[in-house]
């Protein structure tokens, strides 16, 4: 570690067995005490104040964290561990001087760091396959609103398209680049989690999806077999249907989740897309 002031060590901490095998069942209080040349940072754990900054930790699943940092003097760093009814476990540190000038360092993180090759080389190869390409709209209409159409697959998830509320109006058609093989499209739809839209999804005015889209937490996928074509399109077909499938979800901030809003998705023959994307398998 670099006596810098700033350089930290994550330090774990496990409530084990005889035979060394961590207890999953432990949730002991673990009480730290923190010697030399280094700041206590500490942890976070369920409880009162998240335990933020305090020197007793209790662990979850029998394992915990915490942080202690360096001061700008070198020196030894001891971490002492006890616990009620259990055998007590430290750990010695040690900084060392660092470099600057101006107040900049002079090293590198890694300068130093060990190297651990254990493992061997990166296997050759691709790490993961590609099995679908997104392909190019180029140009959209719409029953109602076709001014806005293009904000169904802007990549800005603010931005919508929405029908005029008229069911014979509740439709869209993107227009692609050339002919694709197509088989799948993904769908974030105005009220997500609440709201469920009866849809037609056809390619050339060929169906190859008729349903009901499933409330969600995001994106939808429909998947199809493949379909050679130049235009998609989405319509309505019925009535949608405005129910919260996911209970009162509570945000970060203490608040209730604005998409449980009654009538967040609109109106019952109201067609309304955040964004659209069509997919074209990659051929072996």
């Known amino acids: 570690m670099r006596a810098n002031g700033a350089d930290v060590a994550l330090v774990d901490i496990e409530v084990v067995d005889a035979k060394g095998n961590r207890c999953p069942t432990a949730l002991n209080l673990i009480n730290f005490t923190l010697s030399g ?22 662990v979850e699943g029998g394992i915990n964290r915490l942080i202690i940092r360096t001061t700008n003097k070198a020196g030894k760093i001891l971490l002492n561990a006890a616990a009620e009814n259990l055998k007590s476990a430290s750990i010695e540190l040690s900084s060392k001087t660092s470099q600057a000038k101006d107040g900049l360092s002079l090293e590198m993180p890694f300068d130093n760091l060990p190297s651990n090759l254990s493992r061997g080389a ?31 697959f802007d990549d ?39 709201q469920s839209y009866p849809i037609q999804i056809s390619v050339d005015d060929k169906i190859v999806f008729n349903g009901q889209t499933p409330r969600n937490l995001g994106y939808v996928t429909f998947d199809f077999p493949p379909m050679q074509g130049k235009s998609l399109k989405i319509k309505l077909t019925g009535n949608a249907n405005n129910r919260d499938a996911f209970g009162n979800i509570i945000e970060i901030p203490g608040t209730p989740d604005a998409q449980s809003a009654a009538g967040k998705g609109g109106a019952k023959n109201m067609l309304a897309i955040i964004e659209a994307e069509i997919y074209a398998p990659i051929e072996e």
Request: proline content about 4%; aromatic content about 8%.
């Open 156 to 194: 800005d998830e603010t931005t919508d398209w929405t029908s005029d509320g008229k069911t014979e109006t509740a439709w869209i058609k993107y227009d692609l680049a050339k002919t694709e093989n197509l088989n799948q499209v993904v769908l974030k739809l105005v009220g997500w989690r609440t």
């Open 37 to 58: 040349e280094a700041e206590w940072r500490g942890g976070i754990a369920q409880g009162a104040d998240n335990y933020v900054l305090s020197k007793s930790l209790p």
């Open 122 to 152: 990166t296997p050759p190869g691709e790490s993961f396959k590609m099995l679908r390409q997104p392909v190019q709209i180029i140009n959209v209409s719409a029953g109602s609103n076709s001014d806005k159409a293009r904000m169904s």
